[in-house]
T-cell receptor, first 117, second 116 residues
Framework: AQKVTQAQTEISVVEKEDVTLDCVYETRDTTYYLFWYKQPPSGELVFLIRRNSFDEQNEISGRYSWNFQKSTSSFNFTITASQVVDSAVYFCALRVHGSSNTGKLIFGQGTTLQVKP | DGGITQSPKYLFRKEGQNVTLSCEQNLNHDAMYWYRQDPGQGLRLIYYSQIVNDFQKGDIAEGYSVSREKKESFPLTVTSAQKNPTAFYLC???????????????FGQGTRLTVV
């Protein structure tokens, strides 16, 4: 069975603080993909990053960085020097690559991030 | 501009009514998906379609129906059999590479359905 757990339901920080959003996944497949999406108040999910299971390189994009560790089945997301515009719900998602490759995304429950000025 | 358009943005349904949510994409994507989002929960898959004239049930298909007559369109009907339809509905699409769906999915802006 596949599962994604985002244990942090809500996080509140003050602007310019760094914040890390945790994501732990479960799958028995050896090939899979991990994603992070941002959902601003408007409702649309905005794609942030995709990582495949064979690529454990960490990635940095501006103030965003991602730490993928297969040993702990985690794919954590860090925002450096947070800004009010970062306030949103963030979802971690998993897609497996097995024989039933349907493109289905399995989502965590989401973490609501509030950045206060 | 390429993207996914969902309409309407807000929809109100009376008890016992069927309602249809529209989803159109001009990204030339093969696969389309419907997800339901409830407060405090992640997105759950209702139906998906990998190709025209074919679709499959997701995790919570009961009380819903879909059609895929055109590549661009994947409407979702919420039937009266759906006992708790109040939720936020998101449509998504993704491209296939050699029949495999390995890329990110793109999402519409959602439809908020309320039963009155």
């Amino acid at each position: 069975a596949q599962k994604v757990t985002q244990a942090q339901t809500e996080i509140s920080v003050v602007e310019k603080e760094d914040v890390t959003l945790d994501c732990v996944y479960e799958t028995r497949d050896t090939t899979y993909y991990l994603f992070w999406y941002k959902q601003p108040p408007s409702g649309e999910l905005v794609f942030l990053i995709r990582r495949n299971s064979f690529d454990e390189q960490n990635e940095i994009s501006g103030r965003y960085s991602w730490n993928f560790q297969k040993s702990t089945s985690s794919f954590n997301f860090t925002i450096t020097a947070s800004q009010v515009v970062d306030s949103a719900v963030y979802f971690c998602a998993l897609r497996v690559h097995g024989s039933s490759n349907t493109g289905k995304l399995i989502f965590g429950q989401g973490t609501t991030l509030q950045v206060k000025p | 501009d390429g993207g996914i358009t969902q309409s309407p943005k807000y929809l109100f349904r009376k008890e016992g009514q069927n309602v249809t949510l529209s989803c159109e994409q001009n990204l030339n994507h093969d696969a389309m998906y419907w997800y339901r989002q409830d407060p405090g929960q992640g997105l759950r898959l209702i139906y998906y379609s990998q190709i025209v004239n074919d679709f499959q049930k997701g995790d919570i298909a009961e009380g819903y129906s879909v059609s895929r007559e055109k590549k661009e369109s994947f409407p979702l009907t919420v039937t009266s059999a759906q006992k708790n339809p109040t939720a936020f509905y998101l449509c998504a699409s993704s491209i296939s590479s050699g029949g495999l769906f390995n890329t990110e999915a793109f999402f519409g802006q959602g439809t908020r359905l309320t039963v009155v």
